[in-house]
């Protein structure tokens, strides 16, 4: 197996000059003097993030941010994966693989890797530093793109030969949001004892003899409901995600606007006030990740994956994650939780965790909430 090469994070200069240039030269257009945000990314703050974007935004800054971790590429299972690999203090740090989703990136773990990796720096206790992986999943930013589309089972499979083959670890806790949630319960699933337990903030699958009890089937209606405005970007990507990617790949604006409209809905913003929860920096550190990689394309494919590998069916057979499950529950999450009954029917849930505050992004929007939870469901574990 080859071994890891370090990595660093230099995006050319051109490639930063030709973005700037396409954003200063945007053609605005106009929207209804009414919609907010409810026609989608609201124009009046598309403008003033392009102004900051193009006058204040600064690159090297954030890239130098990322480049604070040890950044390693490696050929897995014939994917050229991007991974941080952040050694934990101590002498017995955890192995935790955390992923991301879409339209995330490494980017969202900027503010728990070095807590995780070296909890004593932060008042915390060293036995509870973990080892950190996070890897680019295939087709996003710095990883190399599949053959074809992978779903989230596939991606599971990559990244077990990550943390055995590749890193020798003989057992590790895996961690997600969004597709990192759906990857991480593949992971429990498919590729236990190796992956000896999971904590997810997020619940994408679903049980094939759907809801059982009244308020089962009061949350499986309300679901249904609150996702008919959320469906479009979901059906294109995993329909026709080529058809969209010819207008993207061509506009930095229009890469901004599609990612940010998530930011904004999914997130626990006051009102539709997205930097209550998200500063300009974060959110464009993320966007041009996915622009000066040129991976919006091959990054949508995971929806079509998905699609081919089952959809959210978990198991058509009804069985569930047996390895030992963390669920941490944030209100605003977008994908609204089902009851505990119907999760449990899914995964060996060993702790349920309602969260005071926070959305989507868990580990962006309340990194301390996060990091608390995961260390407890860990002290359990090893309790």
Not at 84 to 96: R, T, V
Not at 201 to 230: A, C, K, V
Request: charged fraction near 20%; include cysteine; charge should be negative.
């Amino acid at each position: 197996m080859p071994q890891p090469q370090s990595f660093s994070i230099n995006v050319p200069d051109d490639v930063l000059a030709h973005t700037l240039e396409r954003v200063a030269n945007y053609p605005w257009h106009e929207m209804p003097d009414d919609g907010g945000w409810s026609y989608g990314t609201n124009l009046d703050y598309m403008k003033e993030l392009c102004d900051y974007w193009v006058n204040e935004f600064d690159w090297r800054k954030q890239e130098a941010l990322i480049n604070q971790f040890s950044h390693f590429k490696a050929p897995v299972d014939d994917i050229d994966l991007h991974f941080i690999h952040e050694i934990g203090s101590g002498p017995s740090p955890k192995p935790l693989l955390i992923s991301h989703g879409w339209p995330g990136t490494v980017t969202e773990f900027l503010e728990i890797i070095e807590p995780l990796a070296h909890p004593e720096r932060f008042g915390g206790n060293i036995e509870d530093a973990f080892t950190v992986v996070a890897p680019s999943l295939p087709g996003f930013g710095f990883s190399g793109r599949p053959p074809r589309p992978y779903g989230p089972r596939k991606m599971a499979d990559v990244f077990n030969s990550l943390m055995t083959k590749v890193l020798g670890y003989d057992s590790y806790i895996a961690q997600g949001g969004d597709w990192g949630g759906a990857i991480s319960s593949w992971l429990g699933f498919d590729h236990a004892p190796a992956c000896r337990a999971i904590h997810i903030n997020i619940l994408t699958m679903r049980h094939p003899d759907g809801p059982q009890t009244d308020e089962e089937r009061q949350w499986s209606d309300q679901f249904d409901q609150d996702q008919l405005m959320q469906d479009g970007y979901r059906t294109q990507q995993a329909t026709k995600p080529q058809t969209l990617s010819y207008g993207m790949m061509d506009s930095p604006v229009g890469v901004a606007a599609w990612i940010i409209e998530k930011f904004n809905a999914w997130s626990d913003t006051v009102g539709d006030d997205i930097e209550s929860a998200h500063s300009k920096d974060e959110m464009l550190t993320n966007i041009m990740v996915y622009i000066t990689t040129r991976t919006f394309n091959t990054a949508s494919w995971i929806y079509y994956g998905r699609r081919e590998e089952g959809g959210r069916i978990f198991s058509p057979e009804g069985h569930r994650v047996e390895v030992p499950t963390a669920c941490a529950l944030f209100p605003k999450e977008m994908l609204a939780w089902p009851p505990r009954s119907y999760v449990d029917r899914l995964y060996n849930v060993q702790r349920w965790t309602t969260m005071p505050r926070g959305g989507h992004f868990g580990a962006m929007e309340e990194p301390e909430l996060f990091l608390n939870d995961l260390r407890a469901f860990v002290r359990e574990l090893d309790g």
